[in-house]
């Protein structure tokens, strides 16, 4: 008897990503925000901003600098999200030490005049699909 495939995790409300393709579709539900930036518990930043990118890169840092957050889920070892009653998902992204919440906000004013440069290229998940360039010619 042949064994049946391997099923996926289904996660509705609750839920816990460590994919870095699930975390960047989860992101993708998210634009304008309050945020809080915890270090060792300890709670460095907070305001509010507009998710502009987002990506899974190994070579980029996650900033947020003038309200407009670039977001590179590489940054992060895994994603809570909690589903409130008003239907509103909170997300907490988690690092080694650090904790980026996000409170996501239905106000389309904040995001007037920012791009939102949403995108993920299939590719970037596949390791081996990665090229490095040398710009120099070869020598004959």
């Known amino acids: 008897m042949?064994?049946?495939?391997?099923?996926?995790?289904?996660?509705?409300?609750?839920?816990?990503?460590?994919?870095?393709?699930?975390?960047?579709?989860?992101?993708?539900?998210?634009?304008t925000?309050?945020?809080?930036?915890?270090?060792?518990?300890?709670?460095?930043?907070?305001?509010?901003?507009?998710?502009v990118k987002i990506m899974a890169d190994p070579d980029s840092s996650t900033l947020l600098v003038n309200g407009c957050l670039f977001l590179n889920v590489a940054?992060?070892?895994?994603?809570?999200?909690?589903?409130?009653?008003?239907?509103?998902?909170?997300?907490?992204?988690?690092?080694?030490?650090?904790?980026?919440?996000l409170e996501p906000l239905d106000e389309p004013d904040l995001r007037e005049g920012r791009p939102a440069i949403r995108l993920m290229d299939e590719i970037v998940f596949d390791p081996q699909s990665y090229v490095t360039l040398d710009d120099d010619e070869d020598d004959d």
């Open 2 to 31: 042949q064994r049946p495939r391997d099923l996926t995790p289904t996660l509705i409300g609750t839920g816990t990503l460590t994919s870095l393709r699930d975390m960047v579709r989860a992101m993708e539900t998210v634009e």
């Open 33 to 51: 925000f309050d945020y809080q930036y915890v270090v060792d518990d300890e709670p460095i930043s907070e305001g509010r901003a507009t998710l």
């Open 75 to 101: 940054s992060f070892r895994y994603l809570n999200f909690e589903t409130t009653e008003d239907g509103v998902s909170s997300i907490a992204l988690h690092g080694d030490g650090v904790v980026l919440e």
